[in-house]
């Protein structure tokens, strides 16, 4: 399993009496892209998955993600991004 990358804030966020300067994003599982999935549902838009997605994957709630700044939320959405694959999915099944 490799280990989760680091992002460092450039802006720090106060929470509950702590500043969090540096985030700590674990790669996806499947059973995280479904989660996002289900819990958003078919009305949730990009950036509310986006949202939900990076707070599942650094374990911070959501009000810390919502008081994130835009920079600093792009930055880890591209991490995020790195971990999936790019292009269409390999074909799984066997030649017809």
Do not use: Y
């Amino acid at each position: 399993m490799s280990k989760p990358k680091i992002v460092r804030l450039t802006q720090p966020i106060a929470s509950d009496g702590k500043t969090v300067t540096e985030v700590q994003i674990r790669r996806p599982k499947v059973k995280d892209l479904r989660a996002m999935e289900r819990d958003n549902g078919p009305t949730a838009s990009q950036i509310d998955q986006g949202v939900a997605m990076v707070a599942l994957l650094t374990e911070l709630p959501i009000e810390i993600i919502d008081e994130m700044d835009a920079v600093d939320f792009a930055a880890l959405s591209e991490v995020i991004a790195g971990f999936l694959p790019q292009g269409p999915a390999p074909a799984t099944g066997a030649a017809s």
